[in-house]
């Protein structure tokens, strides 16, 4: 962990299950998806002094929370793990706080930056890929989100990913040419 990190989590479960593997990290607690403008602010302001980790649940009000926050246009790493990895013992519950150490430890140390580009890819780029609007685009999309180490999405959601992580097509294609379709 970097000394200037700052990681925003939605509850504090998740904080306490972070700091439980880095003892002295600074955390934001979002207070789940109904986060106000004020916590909004304070992230932002945050991450243009600090490494601010957006480490969130894959879910639903995981991706809603992170959408507010990236509207913010701050300065963001992103720490992500999966849903099998996140799921409590009776695998009814899905959340940071249920992670391993190992898990929480590898997602915080893969982070990725995201960085605003101007929008080099588009949705046609994605068509003509028959990541979207195609038979298979699901399973294309979760394959090439698995690959590159991002939460599963729809179309709109996954376009603005990869301009955000300025993921060029190239790096598309090559990992689409391993897909087995």
């Not at 099998?84 to 009814?92: C, D, H, S, V």
């Not at 990541?131 to 996954?158: A, D, E, H, V, W």
């Amino acid at each position: 962990m970097k000394k200037n990190q700052i990681i925003v989590v939605e509850g504090f479960h998740d904080e306490s299950r972070i700091k439980s593997v880095y003892p002295n990290v600074e955390c934001i607690v979002t207070n789940g998806s109904e986060i106000s403008e004020e916590t909004l602010s304070l992230i932002y302001r945050a991450s243009l002094i600090n490494d601010v980790v957006l480490f969130l649940d894959p879910d639903t009000p995981g991706k809603k929370i992170t959408n507010k926050i990236l509207e913010t246009k701050g300065i963001y790493k992103f720490a992500y793990i999966s849903s099998e990895k996140a799921k409590n013992t009776q695998n009814t519950k899905v959340g940071v706080e249920h992670a391993s150490i190992e898990d929480i430890k590898s997602s915080l140390e893969n982070l990725i930056s995201l960085e605003y580009n101007n929008n080099k890819i588009c949705r046609n780029d994605l068509s003509i890929r028959k990541i979207i609007n195609s038979k298979n685009s699901s399973k294309i999309r979760m394959y090439l989100c698995q690959k590159l180490n991002i939460p599963f999405s729809n179309g709109k959601t996954l376009l603005k990913y990869l301009n955000m992580l300025d993921i060029d097509l190239e790096r598309i294609d090559n990992i689409l040419y391993e897909f087995k379709y």
